[in-house]
């Protein structure tokens, strides 16, 4: 027995001429009324036979020899049914026909021929030494020559086209098998290439590229396909071609709002959509490589809240985007996200490196500064005051006491300058006793140290839903606001506030009433970070070190009001920065 994948079509024909030729023998007997179980015998095996034949050809089996043994069975059968029923005075002489049709068709015409003549052997002999009627056996021996004739000679013909179909069916199944492995293939180095690279451009070529191949194994359609690819990425508010094929160059600098039409529902549903008269869409019909396109798929790049883009294909054949390409461009597109998602990530971390090294640079160049105009210059006006007491000493040791009183204020007045620097630089006890116990500490040298009046309101119940890492960064958001406040706003108190808003999202203020500043003016020259906005740039980029809004309210003479809006969780900081519209 041996089991093939694609059913034989000759046996399935044998085994439906065997059927109508049993219902024929039935009816014959029926109507012979001989249609006695003791004369047939031969009929239950013929049909037990063919049941046999049936399942194999089911289950697409075969036995070993299968052809030579389904004929000789069915030779043997019909002779014995011709021979128990009566032979030519029987009902049912011409069973012979069945041995014959099998012949033909698994021998074709010689086969039908051989079989016609095997089974004119027991006829003859019947007629010349059972009935002795000679002329009727060769009448009949005859008739079953022709019939082989005719029959081997049709069968050839049905053969012939049952190979030829066959060919074909396997040709095409060959072919299918080797579009799908075509197509793996292409999955496989996608998801290699996509995994491979933290470059946008590459991701985004290598999207369009291998969506190509598998939509088109066949490289020389590939390269007559009319597919139209575009990968549209968010900058700046608007979706900007950032990879295409088949664009033209006018066509690769639209922009588009996704404020209408086809790529606003995709993005709005997050689903792929299968697009119609793309030429009509109110925004993608501005692209001129699309206006010949009839059938489209359009896929959003996002991931869960994250929208990216989206990735579209357009063809101009109406029924080009069938279940298996739409499948396919589902499988790439979620792959293309990932990739995305990772080149995303990269970038981010490399922008945030890059912040951090701008932040140490700043702060490494703010401590010059600081040391520069603070305990430098003290030290530099004791030492020369160091020397006018020296010479004061020989003419006049009243004056120089006096003098030396105010050298010693002055070394007091630097040496708390320097500790309130180094507090500043690192708070051992905002580690220690945590970010309420650091503002105070920071408020008390600052009265100390320079006389400023610092005002403390801080929820507890706030800080306790803060890590670590959030409250060093918060400390150090009050200390620049404090510090430019002391500075520059030549304010009577600073107050600072830190409460719960709502619902995971806290705010911190820091609030004076000094001179105040005009915002408008100090953010033109934050755009182009200039030094006198530096103070702003800290307050900015640690604003962002928390994922938080800073808002600065200020006019001149009326003081200054710095909010930063801070989310304590990844909800909250969705809703702060994405608020949806009631």
Not at 36 to 65: C, K, Q
Not at 167 to 193: G, H, N, P, V, W
Not at 250 to 272: C, N, S
Request: glycine share 6%.
């Amino acid at each position: 027995m041996r089991k093939f994948e694609t059913p034989y079509m000759a046996d399935w024909f044998a085994i439906s001429l065997r059927w109508i030729m049993l219902v024929g023998l039935i009816v014959s007997l029926g109507l012979g009324q001989k249609l006695e179980i003791i004369l047939s015998w031969p009929l239950g095996f013929m049909i037990a036979w063919n049941l046999v034949m049936t399942m194999l050809a089911s289950m697409n089996v075969r036995m070993t020899y299968h052809r030579r043994i389904s004929f000789f069975v069915d030779l043997v059968l019909s002779g014995a049914f011709f021979l128990v029923q009566g032979g030519l005075q029987g009902p049912a002489f011409w069973t012979g026909l069945l041995p014959i049709l099998t012949a033909a068709i698994y021998y074709e015409f010689f086969g039908a021929l051989t079989a016609a003549l095997l089974f004119s052997i027991p006829v003859l002999y019947e007629g010349m030494f059972i009935h002795g009627n000679l002329s009727l056996a060769i009448s009949v021996s005859i008739t079953m020559l022709l019939l082989g004739l005719v029959f081997g000679f049709l069968g050839k013909r049905m053969i012939v086209r049952i190979r030829q179909n066959r060919s074909m069916f396997l040709d095409t199944e060959e072919k299918k098998r080797a579009i799908q492995t075509e197509r793996m293939r292409a999955i496989y180095e996608l998801t290699s290439a996509l995994s491979s690279t933290l470059s946008y451009k590459r991701v985004l070529d290598s999207a369009l590229d291998m969506s190509a191949t598998a939509l088109n194994p066949d490289p020389e359609q590939m390269v007559s396909d009319p597919l139209v690819g575009i990968v549209m990425l968010f900058n700046g508010g608007k979706l900007r071609v950032g990879s295409a094929r088949r664009l033209t160059s006018a066509d690769m600098r639209v922009t588009f709002d996704a404020a209408e039409g086809v790529l606003k529902r995709a993005l709005d549903e997050g689903e792929p959509l299968i697009l119609k008269d793309i030429s009509y869409d109110p925004e993608l019909g501005r692209v001129v490589a699309l206006r010949t396109c009839t059938s489209g798929y359009c896929f959003p790049l996002r991931s869960g809240l994250n929208v990216y883009g989206a990735l579209l294909f357009a063809h101009p054949d109406p029924e080009y985007f069938n279940s298996e390409r739409r499948n396919l461009l589902d499988i790439i597109g979620r792959q293309a996200v990932i990739a995305i998602q990772n080149a995303r990530l990269y970038q981010d971390l490399v922008e945030e490196k890059e912040r951090m090294v701008e932040v140490h640079e700043e702060a490494r160049k703010k401590l010059a500064r600081d040391l520069h105009d603070g305990p430098t210059q003290s030290v530099a006006a004791m030492a020369m005051r160091l020397n006018i007491t020296r010479r004061m000493m020989v003419k006049d040791v009243k004056a120089a006491g006096e003098e030396l009183v105010k050298l010693e204020e002055l070394a007091h007045r630097t040496t708390k300058e320097i500790r309130h620097m180094l507090f500043t630089l690192r708070p051992l006890i905002l580690e220690s006793q945590g970010l309420t116990a650091a503002v105070q500490a920071m408020a008390d040298k600052v009265q100390e140290t320079f006389s400023q009046k610092m005002i403390v309101h801080i929820d507890e119940r706030v800080t306790k839903q803060l890590e670590m890492g959030k409250q060093g960064v918060i400390f150090y958001i009050i200390e620049e606001a404090v510090n430019n406040a002391r500075k520059h706003a030549t304010a009577e108190a600073i107050v600072v506030r830190l409460k719960q808003m709502e619902i995971g999202i806290a705010l911190l203020e820091i609030e004076d009433n000094g001179v105040g500043f005009d915002v408008n003016a100090m953010s033109k020259e934050y755009d182009k970070r200039a030094s006198s906005s530096l103070g702003m740039v800290n307050l900015r980029e640690r604003a962002e070190l928390v994922n938080g809004l800073l808002q600065i309210d200020s006019a001149p003479g009326h003081g200054t009001k710095i909010q930063v809006y801070i989310p304590l969780t990844e909800d909250a900081a969705d809703r702060l920065h994405h608020p949806r519209s009631k």
